[in-house]
């Protein structure tokens, strides 16, 4: 062993070799078994080596092993092109690894710039830090910012999920990571598919943009942006949200969107609109407001504010309404009107039991009243205290009314659509069975001391005409073109998001400190 000092000014030292040789002519030093070499507080390990002093270059061979007390490691490599002048070291070998406090580097070529602490590599690594693993083609790795960036084919593994990307950063001071084209995160519970976005590993709080998606065992959520925090257990969507629920083929349609995981509940606003699609007929929801609730022994939609339904036999319009999927029950509230076929169902609550998707029993409670026009400004008419009316394949097939019932209905030779009207038979009782067909009065039959009235066509006074709560509103009837609107793409709204500090930013910052 010995020590040589081959140049002052680059401050180079071999403080380690078994042989050492000068060629004088060509400025080669080369030594030999168990190599120790230091530059300005760099140490350097190898079998052999040669230094190319007019060229500034160290070349190592076997067993490379290159130090900086407390800082960092770099080892394992078959070869060695160490750079004098900006302290960069060029490393290949089958198991090359960088290693500091904060991560562990695996690749078969590394080069790094002792002197800035910036590293990188273009032929594949692995990156382990704590419980994850790191895979990617290409990276960059700045010691000083601890700011990692990985292009091309990334992969990162960790105990809660796996995640596929084309680029990501990872910003170590923050713990913050970014990742930018297709990426595609699994885990246990969901995959989500977006094509940019942000995770902070301290507050597990994250952001998914372009395209955003997330996929369970029965449902998904695709939006322009998702934003979620685990700890708190929020999710927020924002612009074109589809939330889909394969258990019951419920689709949701809005542009802003609420999640809270702790007690499995949801709102959707701004346009939304809901359908469920079973038997070649589709159910629409829409309204000012959506609340979900997602429970197995409890699961339930409410819609309220303007909220208005569209089947193909049915529509109606409510101030609000509820769907209880449990149980295939829709309730609507305040002065809510429906509309099958030529009849429109009004009162003060109603209450719809759904049987294979399609309407079983309409119970109607308070002022409840059933009109259809037979002539322009002239109805046939029923109301009561409670009306329940029977449905077979969404037609309705019997009314029946009880509490203060009354009907006015117009008569004709035969029911034929052109048959003229004859007379008005007008009826008050306790109790009232109307039997319908096609649309059409089968039977009425009336219970509870029934008291009426028949008069000719010419003789029905103006007075009688019409029961008290009569308010025909055909105009109101929904269309299925206004629901199917918001299920439209719209323009994505601005993400609000955490930005990467740029260069010029950084640069702007330092001047303006020193001004100071």
């Known amino acids: 062993m010995f020590f040589f000092k081959v140049s002052a000014q680059t401050n180079v030292e071999i403080t380690g070799g078994e042989k050492l040789s000068v060629d004088q002519k060509k400025n080669y030093t080369y030594i030999v078994g168990n190599v120790v070499i230091r530059h300005d507080g760099v140490v ?7 230094r190319k002093g007019n060229e500034g270059i160290i070349e190592g061979f076997g067993h490379i092993y290159i130090y900086q007390p407390d800082t960092f490691t770099l080892s394992g490599g078959d070869y060695l092109r160490y750079t004098e002048a900006d302290k960069t070291a060029m490393v290949t070998g089958k198991n ?40 990617s083609r290409k990276g960059y790795y700045n010691r000083r910012s601890n700011v990692f960036n990985f292009k091309d084919k990334v992969q990162l593994n960790s105990p809660d999920y796996t995640m596929s990307s084309d680029t990501l950063d990872y910003y170590a ?3 913050t990571a970014y990742f930018f084209g297709p990426t595609r995160i699994v885990s246990k519970e969901n ?13 597990e709080k994250a952001e998914f943009n372009k395209g955003a998606q997330i996929h369970s ?80 022994l409890d699961k339930r939609m409410r819609a309220y504010k303007k909220a208005s339904v569209f089947q193909k036999d049915l529509q109606g319009i409510c101030d609000s309404l509820e769907y209880a999927f449990n149980d295939s029950t829709i309730s609507l509230f305040n002065d809510p009107i429906l509309w099958n076929g030529k009849n429109q169902i009004s009162g003060d609550t109603m209450f719809i039991f759904l049987k294979n998707n399609k309407i079983n029993t309409l119970r109607v409670s308070d002022n409840a009243f059933l009109a259809s026009e037979v002539i322009t400004g002239s109805y046939n008419q029923i109301s009561g205290r409670e009306m329940i009316n029977r449905f077979d394949s969404n037609a309705l097939k019997s009314v029946l009314v009880e509490g203060n019932a009354e009907s006015i209905y117009y008569l004709r030779d035969n029911e034929t659509d052109s048959a003229e009207y004859t007379g008005v038979n ?53 269309k299925k073109e206004k629901f199917l609107e918001r299920a439209l793409v719209l323009t994505p709204p601005a993400i609000t998001k955490p930005v990467k500090p740029s260069k010029s930013a950084k640069k702007a910052t330092k001047k303006s400190v020193k001004k100071k």
């Open 217 to 296: 065992k029965k449902s998904s959520i695709i939006a322009d942006s998702l934003f979620y925090d685990r700890k708190l257990g929020y999710g927020r969507g924002l612009g074109n949200i589809r939330l889909c629920d394969s258990s019951e083929s419920f689709t949701v349609y809005g542009q802003k969107g609420e999640y809270y995981q702790k007690t499995n509940e949801s709102y959707v606003t701004v346009a939304p609109m809901a359908m469920q699609a079973k038997d070649k007929d589709t159910l629409y929801v829409m309204a000012e407001t959506f609340y979900f609730k997602n429970d197995s």
């Open 44 to 50: 350097i390990q190898c079998d052999s080596a040669i």
């Open 96 to 135: 090359v690894i960088l290693q500091d406090q904060n991560m562990t580097l695996l690749s078969t070529e590394l080069q790094y710039n002792i002197k800035n602490q910036v590293g990188y590599y273009v032929k594949g690594a692995d990156i382990l830090s704590e419980q994850n693993t790191l895979k």
């Open 173 to 175: 001071s923050t713990r």
């Open 191 to 203: 995959t989500i598919i977006c094509n940019s976005g942000w995770y902070n590993t301290v507050s």
């Open 426 to 478: 007008k009826v008050a009782c306790g109790k009232m069975l109307i039997i319908m067909d096609s649309s059409k009065v089968k039977a009425i039959k009336f219970y509870v001391q029934p008291e009426g009235k028949m008069y000719p066509m010419l003789q029905f006074p103006e007075s009688e005409k019409y029961l008290t709560g009569l308010d025909w509103r055909v105009q109101l009837v929904p």
